[in-house]
């Protein structure tokens, strides 16, 4: 009966820690917000196809595409194929070989042999056999103590994880956040492996004293040092993931505290049980033997623990090192730069803090074992069961009902609002109504999808039990709303392609236009024609098609999320690919006429009408020698698709197509009103590969969708994205061409409409002082809400920070002012939209431009710096030759930063000629290269651009400070603009 209490005591502790990890794993710290991702499966590789892998010096990219088997779940043995991008990351891309077991995103409902992505090598399992085979041994070797030491293990992880995470990303002191953290666990580790004894005591009063002289130190060496943090692993990505008002410098302390705490605690208690047992075996000796006892007992232990943290911190950095000795660099030069520095100050507070250990722990220990001792225990008893507090951090949240986008038409807030449909369009028309956090939905199908994309907003901008009761009435002001994508040009793989009609479906578009041909490739497989698919018909990405299984599957997977899409078959221009695979140079030959039609009558076999009901056959640009078609052609294939039942629709300007056509306006495009033909707005700006991102909010602002003709005649708008030049990466069309950012601005204008077109301010933004520039900043206040929020951890490039609080002031060469105020990151003296309202009125000539930057601190960050506007259509040739190294732009541009020149970057393509449209972009323009690193001073700094011009298609500066990456950049926060010296 003794036996089996004292051995359920000398449990308690174990299970004391065990109930501990519990209540910190479950503790309310906070909502975590968490990435949507598709659900996961297991599967094995059973064939690799590299052949869409591409070198570039060193380094891989392009796409790794392989068949695997389902091995876990319920789908287990089902056959798919997956998709991995890899993208010239050495750090980040991952290669995939036969027999390998992976993790893919299995899709609900996904069809067998439909293209999954790939996500990464499956790893727990062998993880876990090795925690495993480390619990057994432990616990074997060292009995209840191991168990106990797995306890304190357990607490440890729970302790970082749910403590000290989640209240250093709320804004609380990240360095007080781990000491407390280190005091819990030194207090939970001691007594659980030391007993509720005296020599637990002292060796956390020596930890603990040891750790707080570490912070001291930590702060002392971060500033003597000038450690930012930045150093940090992941620190861009924490940084761009909505955390820029974060300090840096405190979190590298937190870290260092946190490195460091684990050897003092080691060597506290090998001290105080050093102490416990001359005690014990002395009982005469007082607190001076005693003291002295520890110092010997530390002595011995110093030198090799502080060994161990050099040991460890160097091997971190080890592959570091092995660059700086390549190159040559003395370790005096290399000891000062940023990140060697930050690892001498973890090692320098991390050995000086231990030496600091043993005289505190000997003090300690002294202190308590100078009297009395008992030989068995030490008689001092003390609670077993660690109870801490968590202290909560209330932030104030922005009104997530002025933070949805589109704009929602009337919003009434608070519970049992009341707000009636539309009664003059309930077509696509929703009432969402929400009551304690429980959405109700009215309308149609399509109006019921709309609502539950809203509500889908607000709880992410709100949280999810943080929604405000409030009813919400909406409606589109037009019937298609889309984005079009070539892929006919530049092959764009399938798994892209949805996550592009994801984004469409969660901002209320509907359409998605889909560019299938091109004079570079026929992208759609014809099993009638496959001469179609011939490698050589190809003369970019050759033999890069989707099957026509695959171009069912995109059908299927944007139905389910009210996504029309439209198939393109573009012609008789544009039709190169075509006459190389069939041999017929002239189109006006019959056999072409017969061919396309039956090319259409096959797309038409893989979708109904009420799932396809439009058809898109091009029409314009048929320049080319054998491009040149009779009427009756045309006639033909227009024939082809209205007896499918179809609806027609093609280019204007274009060829004229006979019958009640949807005419899709591009560039150049006429007043429509003469023939009251119905039509789809895709002109001027809304081809976003001319456009700058930061441009995106004017255009967004100002120009006016569908603004000719009455409510049957205007259709709605489509987004242009045609990226003429090759790409190296299927994701570079929506990196180059701001996309994401795009359709999440873009959804206000088609979903309301404008009141006004202002071609003028196309490109740039109006004076704040005009009652217009209003609409721009709340379009990008709430852009900005739904970048952090909705779209927080998203993986493709959102390239768009805030610009609408910067000031700049222009003047020309001759010192006179033209403009000050502007309130934009990218300054336009010149645009080719601008016309006569152009701030500079000639062609040649140089400005200036200004701008003072208050800094409430030193801040290391980027900037977005360009001073040459490439667009993805040709832009190369408009603008050549791209600029030299150590030139910014050809005609000589400048930027100074406190009077000091900023230095361009060492261009990839420098000095580039002609049209070089096989040649990927790679740097040419700011959005997608790394932000150039800049140090603004604490207090006022001068920015100062001279942009002289030559001709060129677009006069242009860039400038604005920026943290985290390009592809996911954020603002730095506190800075203050003027447009002269405050």
């Known amino acids: 009966m003794t036996g089996g209490a004292s051995g359920i005591k000398a449990a308690l502790p174990f299970l004391a820690t065990l109930l501990a990890t519990a209540l910190a794993l479950f503790a309310p710290i906070g909502e975590r917000r968490e990435a949507t991702r598709y ?299 940023p990140i060697v520095a930050a690892e001498i100050a973890k090692t320098l507070v991390g050995s000086l803090s231990i030496v600091l250990v043993a005289p505190f722990t000997a003090l300690v220990a002294a202190v308590l074992f100078r009297r009395k001792n008992a030989a068995a225990g030490g008689g001092m008893r003390f609670p077993t069961a660690v109870f801490f507090a968590i202290a909560a951090c209330v932030c104030a949240k922005a009104d997530c009902l002025d933070e949805l986008l589109p704009r929602p038409r009337l919003v009434v807030r608070g519970a049992n609002a009341k707000a009636n449909m539309p009664e003059h369009d309930p077509v696509s028309s929703y009432r969402l109504v929400v009551s304690g956090g429980k959405p109700e939905f009215e309308g149609d199908e399509e109006g019921r999808r709309y609502a539950k994309a809203t509500f889908a907003q607000l709880k992410k901008l709100a949280g999810k039990d943080q929604i405000p009761d409030c009813t919400i009435v909406d409606w589109p002001e037009f019937r298609y709303r889309g984005i079009m994508l070539d892929c006919g040009r530049n092959y764009q793989s399938v798994a892209s392609i949805k996550d592009v009609i994801s984004m469409l479906a969660a901002y209320k578009y509907n359409v998605f236009h889909w560019h299938l041909t091109d004079n570079y490739g026929w992208r759609l497989e014809s099993k009638k024609h496959p001469e179609l698919q011939k490698p050589e018909a190809f003369t970019r990405n050759a033999g890069k098609f989707y099957t026509q299984a695959e171009f069912k599957e995109v059908l299927a997977f944007a139905r389910s999320r009210g996504v029309t899409v439209i198939p393109e078959l573009d012609m008789p221009g544009h039709t190169l690919a075509f006459r190389k695979a069939t041999g017929i140079s002239d189109l006006a030959d019959e056999r072409a006429k017969k061919l396309l039609g039956e090319l259409i009558d096959e797309l038409c076999t893989l979708a109904s009408a009420s799932e396809m009901p439009i058809i898109h056959l091009g029409t314009d640009e048929a320049r080319e020698r054998g491009e040149n078609v009779p009427q009756s052609h045309l006639d033909h294939w227009a024939a082809k698709v209205t007896g499918n039942g179809r609806r027609l629709m093609g280019w204007s300007p274009g060829l004229k197509l006979p019958g009640q056509t949807i005419k899709h306006l591009w560039m150049g495009a006429n007043d429509p009103r003469g023939d009251r033909t119905p039509y789809i707005d895709s002109q001027n700006s809304f081809y976003i590969n001319h456009v700058d991102p930061e441009e995106l909010l004017s255009v967004a602002a100002y120009q006016q969708p569908c603004r000719w003709g009455g409510k049957d005649e205007k259709l709605g708008a489509i987004i242009g994205v045609w990226h003429d030049d090759a790409i190296a990466d299927t994701e570079d069309v929506a990196r180059m061409n701001a996309v994401y950012p795009a359709i999440a601005l873009l959804s206000d204008s088609f979903w309301r409409g404008r009141e006004k077109d202002e071609p003028s301010l196309y490109a740039r933004l109006p004076s704040p002082e005009d009652p217009r520039f209003a609409l721009a900043a709340d379009l990008e206040r709430r852009l900005i809400a739904q970048r952090d929020k909705v779209l927080k951890g998203m993986r493709h490039p959102f390239p768009y920070v805030a610009q609408t609080h910067m000031r700049w002031r222009m003047t020309e060469g001759g010192g006179n002012a033209v403009a000050k105020d502007i309130s934009q990151a990218t300054v336009y003296p010149r645009h080719f939209w601008f016309g006569d309202s152009a701030y500079v009125k000639g062609k040649d000539g140089e400005v200036t431009l200004e701008t003072w930057i208050e800094s409430p601190r030193d801040i290391s960050c980027g900037a977005w710096i360009g001073m040459t506007g490439f667009s993805r259509s040709d832009g190369r040739k408009r603008d050549a030759p791209t600029p030299k190294i150590g030139e910014w732009n050809k005609h000589g541009a400048t930027i100074e930063l406190n009077g000091k020149a900023i230095r361009p970057p060492a261009w990839a393509h420098p000095g580039q000629t002609g049209n070089p449209k096989e040649t990927p972009l790679v740097d040419e323009d700011y959005w997608y290269r790394e932000p150039t690193r800049i140090r603004l001073a604490k207090g006022v700094n001068h920015v100062k651009m001279t942009l002289p011009k030559h001709g060129g298609w677009k006069w242009i500066g860039t400038f604005v400070p920026v943290l985290g990456t390009s592809d996911h950049p954020c603002e730095v926060p506190d800075l203050r603009f003027f447009s002269s010296s405050p």
């Open 39 to 337: 659900p996961s499966a297991i599967a094995r590789v059973v064939a690799v196809d590299d052949s869409r892998l591409a070198t570039h010096g060193l380094m891989k990219y392009g796409e790794q595409v392989l068949e695997v088997e389902i091995v876990s779940g319920e789908r287990k043995g089902s056959h798919f194929k997956a998709a991995n991008t890899v993208r010239a990351q050495m750090e980040l891309d991952k290669f995939f070989s036969i027999g390998d077991t992976i993790t893919v995103a299995l899709p609900d409902g996904a069809e067998e042999g439909s293209m999954l992505t790939a996500r990464d090598h499956w790893r727990l399992g062998w993880i876990a056999a090795g925690f495993g085979m480390f619990a057994i041994m432990l616990v074997a070797f060292g009995g209840l103590v191991g168990a106990n030491a797995l306890a304190s293990f357990a607490f440890s992880c729970a302790v970082i994880w749910r403590f000290v995470v989640p209240l250093s990303l709320a804004g609380m002191n990240a360095s007080l956040v781990a000491f407390a953290a280190t005091s819990i666990l030194a207090a939970a580790i001691m007594f659980l492996v030391g007993g509720p004894t005296r020599k637990a005591l002292a060796a956390f009063g020596g930890s603990m004293l040891g750790v707080a002289a570490g912070l001291a130190l930590a702060h002392f060496f971060g500033g003597a040092l000038k450690i930012n943090g930045a150093t940090l692993p992941f620190v861009q990505t924490l940084v761009y993931s909505g955390f820029a008002d974060l300090d840096l410098a405190d979190v590298f302390i937190a870290a260092t505290v946190l490195a460091g705490s684990g050897a003092m605690m080691d060597l506290a208690m090998d001290i105080a049980a050093g102490v416990r047992e001359v005690s014990i075996h002395n009982t005469a000796l007082g607190f001076r033997a005693l003291f002295a006892s520890g110092i010997r007992i530390g002595r011995a232990t110093v030198g090799t623990m502080t060994t161990t943290l050099l040991l460890a911190y160097s091997g971190g950095y080890l592959t570091l090192l092995m660059v700086f000795y390549a190159q040559g660099t003395p370790p005096l030069d290399f000891a000062s730069s």
